[in-house]
Nanobody, 126 residues
Framework: QVQLVESGGGLVQAGGSLMLSCAAS????????MAWFRQTPGKERECVAA????????YYTDSVKGRFTISIDRANNMLYLQMNSLKPEDTDVYYC???????????????????WGQGTQVTVSS
């Protein structure tokens, strides 16, 4: 199983920016697809952004379109989420996720992913 470690979370004022990073190790492969999710306690884990395995196609949930950008550095097994124009409603724990069978378009349901990081807290103050 792939091991994932997120970093880059923190406290930021509304309108500010953060970049989350996810380091992947273990049996990574080019056909793996990756994504960022977020979760509020008591709610279902929500896909924020996802990539297909080639990194050529992306998915964004409506609330972050135009503000967040997902990217991948396969050479270094790193996944990123650049978050701009942050809003208080973006406050959540953010998780990196990996899907072994990465064929097809980006997937946005948490059940499609096999491995998860421990999460990093993002807090946006108003």
């Amino acid at each position: 199983q792939v091991q994932l470690v997120e970093s880059g979370g923190g406290l930021v004022q509304a309108g500010g920016s953060l970049m989350l990073s996810c380091a992947a190790s273990g049996p990574t492969a080019n056909r793996h697809a990756m994504a960022w999710f977020r979760q509020t306690p008591g709610k279902e884990r929500e896909c924020v952004a996802a990539l297909n395995w080639k990194g050529s196609s992306s998915y964004y949930t409506d609330s972050v379109k135009g503000r967040f950008t997902i990217s991948i550095d396969r050479a270094n097994n790193m996944l990123y989420l650049q978050m701009n124009s942050l809003k208080p409603e973006d406050t959540d724990v953010y998780y990196c996720a990996d899907r072994t069978d990465g064929l097809g378009p980006p997937r946005s349901h948490y059940s499609d992913y096999d491995s998860w990081g421990q999460g990093t807290q993002v807090t946006v103050s108003s």
